[in-house]
């Protein structure tokens, strides 16, 4: 356990982590879907999606608006009740997301395409501009709203908040997510419950 009773994986369960998956954080009525690539291994050894320290998910949600406070991922729950969830493109767990194959990538594009036909969300946001290229064969796509939408969903892209992505800091990561909040408080026609 780390600090707060926190569970730090050790060496060995990150490596039996790899090739795992965690289940979606989905329910009805949701505002915002957001989508990963694929789980990390701190997140196969916990269970818990966006759990690696230095990931900028759960911060940038709370600076954009999203959230009252910034949640830790063990309280990942507590988004349904904001209307908001989250799923990945690739369920396997791996240590970068650039160890999934453009196959994986495709197929985890046509499996999101079904889980937003069954859940409905307001908006599927993407996060990570070169997997929503790949899964969907979209090679020109760029970070924002897309002018296609999954039947009443619309779609965004937005940067991977993962601390391995340089080109964007926490501050612009914040910006692009509170640009898709304004958005969403539109189309939903009021503020997202914090």
């Known amino acids: 356990m780390g600090s707060g009773g926190i569970f730090r994986p050790t060496a060995a369960d990150l490596a039996a982590a790899e090739g795992k998956t965690i289940s979606d954080l989905v329910g009805p ?40 406070r910034q949640f830790r991922p063990d309280e990942e729950a507590e988004l349904l009740g904001l209307g908001l969830g989250i799923t990945n493109v690739a369920p396997r767990t791996t240590a970068k997301a650039d160890q ?9 594009g046509r499996a999101l395409v079904e889980r937003v036909a069954h859940y409905r969300p307001r908006v599927l946001a993407v996060l990570g501009l070169g997997a929503y290229r790949t899964a969907f064969g ?19 892209v937005l940067p991977n908040p993962s601390g391995l992505n ?29």
Do not use: K, M
Request: charged share 25%; aromatic share 10%; net charge positive.
């Open 29 to 68: 009525d949701l505002r915002v879907l957001f989508c990963g690539i694929n789980p990390g291994l701190w997140s196969g050894a916990t269970g818990h999606h966006f759990a690696r320290p230095g990931n900028r998910f759960w911060p940038a949600l709370f600076r954009s608006g999203f959230t009252p």
């Open 100 to 108: 999934l194959s453009a196959q994986e990538l495709r197929e985890g």
């Open 138 to 156: 979209r090679p020109r796509t760029a970070v924002g709203r897309q002018p296609d939408s999954l039947g009443d969903t619309e779609v965004w």
């Open 166 to 194: 340089a080109h964007y800091t926490l501050d612009a990561l914040s910006a692009e997510f509170r640009r898709l909040r304004e958005e969403v408080e539109r189309i939903c026609g009021g503020p997202v419950e914090r």
